[in-house]
């Protein structure tokens, strides 16, 4: 009886390393870049009368979920015959690894999240990569 062991890496992190007073602070951090520059550069106006519908983004907000902090896009279905007139989608997460010490993670179009290539960087430095990114 042969026993298979394999070690695999795994750059998540396993929990969050951040206490109560921390993750307030991360999040207050957070949404003030939501408030501050998603509201105002990102959110679209309803998009004329065109030959279809289009989905377009009239909110955002960040919530912290495990050990990520993710961010959320609201976004309205004019579709005649949508189910919901509107739905949210993530698009983004920061994972915490350690106190101040965040990763930047974007989730691509087969809604498999794919870390950025700064690691472990810290929370302005990651948000501020939300900002110039092409990602984002």
């Not at 949404?31 to 009368?49: K, M, S, T």
């Not at 993530?90 to 087969?110: E, I, K, M, Q, T």
């Amino acid at each position: 009886m042969s026993r298979n062991y394999h070690w695999v890496y795994d750059p998540k992190p396993r929990k969050n390393a951040l206490n109560a007073p921390q993750k307030a602070a991360a999040l207050t951090r957070a949404e003030d870049f939501v408030e501050n520059h998603l509201r105002r550069n990102c959110i679209q106006a309803p998009p004329g009368h065109g030959t279809f519908p289009v989905n377009y983004v009239v909110d955002f907000s960040v919530k912290w979920h495990g050990a990520y902090l993710v961010f959320i896009a609201k976004y309205a279905s004019p579709y005649p015959d949508a189910e919901e007139p509107f739905f949210e989608t993530r698009f983004a997460r920061l994972g915490c690894s350690a106190p101040d010490r965040f990763s930047l993670w974007v989730l691509r179009h087969n809604d498999k999240w794919m870390e950025l290539p700064r690691v472990n960087g810290t929370l302005q430095e990651c948000l501020e990569d939300m900002r110039t990114s092409s990602w984002f």
